[in-house]
């Protein structure tokens, strides 16, 4: 699985390595690789953000809490609550369920360019 964190201001739409990952959604899938996209956008900019440009052949999920206000952001290691700001990421997920980590925390990939690049062509990263 590949997980995205996108911007939710500009939208799945304006995300690269999303809009790359649909873009070859066929190749993707073929290598039997699932892609989820999460952002602090509405679902209603979800919506939006594929009138925009085609549909995402995956969910684009949108992390808002009830009592948090972006629980996978914050679980996944992407908010920073010193200064407020949430970043953007890619992660993978093996087929056992395990994600790299670093100091008990979730690491994003250092080269999401050459992952993106991997499963487009049918290949799982290095």
Not at 20 to 41: F, M, N, W, Y
Not at 87 to 93: A, E, H
Request: hydrophobic letters at 35%; aromatic letters at 10%.
């Amino acid at each position: 699985m590949v997980v995205v964190f996108f911007d939710g201001e500009t939208g799945a739409d304006a995300d690269p390595w999303l809009t790359q990952l649909r873009d070859h959604h066929d190749q993707v899938k073929a290598a039997g690789v699932q892609v989820i996209g999460i952002g602090l956008a509405t679902p209603y900019a979800n919506r939006e953000s594929e009138k925009r440009s085609q549909d995402f052949p995956f969910p684009l999920l949108s992390d808002i809490g009830k009592d948090n206000p972006a629980p996978a952001h914050t679980k996944w290691g992407r908010f920073d609550p010193s200064d407020g700001t949430f970043q953007t990421g890619v992660f993978l997920v093996d087929r056992s369920g395990m994600v790299e980590t670093q100091a008990g925390k979730f690491k994003p990939v250092s080269d999401p360019a050459g992952v993106v690049k991997s499963l487009c062509a049918e290949k799982w990263p290095e």
